[in-house]
């Protein structure tokens, strides 16, 4: 006589918005100082990139004004070489950073998470050869190479982005694997498994639900990563020229032959490399606030002081 065992079923739950944005109120209430002034910040970045065409006085790409002109209050920063306006530039040029940020650490972030779950728990050769290809991604120099291969596609923000993370899921994947490893171990994952929880299951229920705030932290460095990348490549005359980057303005800028000994890098130099550093200061104290609040073994840290 043989004893049917039980399978592990999940049963669908309605989602609770009023609990996920008391979850985010949680969090957030655990912020430092910098930590909630960086997301204020981005708040203002955000909103800028999507509510350009507001922000800004006139078209990115219109010449309104006299060529190099002051600020003032026609044009709060001024004017380029050829009569546009920096300010509109600077708005339009937070929603490039922002967009290839955002795909960048989408598609590596969560791409290579859920490659590291799937490698660390499966085990054998899959992880064997995740392991390996993991290993020669991240040993590659990074850097030179995004400029050898965006020089050789052309110019564009698609191909930026798909070179980005092509350089960029290494590191999310080595984590979840880890993280991965770390859990099919415990107790209650080899009692799931016993009792005929299938591997969707486990994965969903019980595995990326600890790893998944591990994964947002490094989210945010993967974008920060990529938004410094693009604006390296577009300084360097590399990016889209079509599309308004800070990094594309300042190779405008350090192009123009007077730019070094008149006072026209205040206004067209400075601005873009400012509004560059201030949102990778942001995104640098999120990342820290939440990894202090997100990891469970920095929290055990922070009690035992």
Same mark, same amino acid.
């Given at each position: 006589?043989?004893?049917?065992?039980?399978?592990?079923?999940?049963?669908?739950?309605?989602?609770?918005?009023?609990?996920?944005?008391?979850?985010?109120?949680?969090?957030?209430?655990?912020?430092?100082?910098?930590?909630?002034?960086?997301?204020?910040?981005?708040?203002?970045?955000?909103?800028?990139?999507?509510?350009?065409?507001?922000?800004?006085?006139?078209?990115?790409?219109?010449?309104?004004?006299?060529?190099?002109?002051?600020?003032?209050?026609? !044009?709060?920063?001024?004017?380029?070489?050829?009569?546009?306006?920096?300010?509109?530039?600077?708005?339009?040029?937070?929603?490039?950073?922002?967009?290839?940020?955002?795909?960048?650490?989408?598609?590596? *972030?969560?791409?290579?998470?859920?490659?590291?779950?799937?490698?660390?728990?499966?085990?054998?050769?899959?992880?064997?050869?995740?392991?390996?290809?993991?290993?020669?991604?991240?040993?590659?120099?990074?850097?030179?190479?995004?400029?050898?291969?965006?020089?050789?596609?052309?110019?564009?923000?698609?191909?930026?982005?798909?070179?980005?993370?092509?350089?960029?899921?290494?590191?999310?994947?080595?984590?979840?694997?880890?993280?991965?490893?770390?859990?099919?171990?415990?107790?209650?994952?080899?009692?799931?498994? !016993?009792?005929?929880?299938?591997?969707?299951?486990?994965?969903?229920? !019980?595995?990326?639900?600890?790893?998944?705030?591990?994964?947002?932290?490094?989210?945010?460095?993967?974008?920060?990563?990529?938004?410094?990348?693009?604006?390296?490549?577009?300084?360097?005359?590399?990016?889209?020229?079509?599309?308004?980057?800070? *990094?594309?303005?300042?190779?405008?800028?350090?192009?123009?032959?007077?730019?070094?000994?008149?006072?026209?890098?205040?206004?067209?130099?400075?601005?873009?490399?400012?509004?560059?550093?201030?949102?990778?200061?942001?995104?640098?104290?999120?990342?820290?606030?939440?990894?202090?609040?997100?990891?469970?073994?920095?929290?055990?840290?922070?009690?035992?002081?």
């Amino acid at each position: 006589m043989s004893v049917e065992q039980p399978v592990i079923t999940s049963a669908p739950h309605p989602v609770n918005i009023r609990k996920m944005l008391d979850g985010v109120g949680n969090t957030t209430s655990k912020f430092t100082i910098e930590g909630k002034m960086a997301m204020i910040g981005l708040l203002i970045f955000v909103m800028m990139a999507i509510f350009a065409p507001f922000f800004a006085m006139y078209p990115p790409g219109k010449i309104t004004g006299e060529s190099l002109e002051p600020p003032g209050s026609a !044009h709060l920063l001024g004017t380029d070489e050829l009569g546009m306006d920096i300010w509109a530039q600077i708005c339009y040029g937070a929603r490039t950073s922002l967009v290839i940020g955002l795909a960048v650490a989408t598609i590596a *972030g969560f791409g290579g998470g859920i490659l590291g779950i799937l490698a660390g728990y499966q085990g054998g050769s899959i992880d064997q050869v995740l392991m390996r290809v993991i290993d020669v991604t991240m040993s590659l120099p990074s850097f030179p190479l995004l400029i050898v291969i965006s020089a050789f596609l052309g110019p564009s923000i698609f191909t930026v982005i798909i070179i980005l993370v092509l350089f960029s899921w290494a590191k999310p994947a080595r984590i979840a694997r880890s993280q991965t490893l770390a859990i099919r171990s415990q107790a209650y994952i080899t009692a799931a498994r !016993h009792y005929g929880a299938n591997p969707w299951y486990v994965i969903r229920k !019980h595995i990326l639900p600890e790893i998944l705030p591990i994964l947002i932290v490094s989210l945010i460095g993967i974008s920060s990563y990529a938004i410094i990348a693009e604006a390296g490549l577009a300084f360097l005359g590399l990016g889209d020229p079509t599309s308004k980057s800070w *990094g594309m303005m300042m190779n405008y800028a350090i192009r123009f032959s007077a730019i070094y000994f008149t006072p026209y890098w205040l206004w067209w130099l400075i601005p873009p490399l400012i509004a560059l550093i201030a949102l990778l200061l942001c995104l640098a104290f999120l990342s820290r606030d939440l990894e202090r609040v997100l990891d469970p073994k920095l929290r055990a840290l922070e009690g035992v002081k």
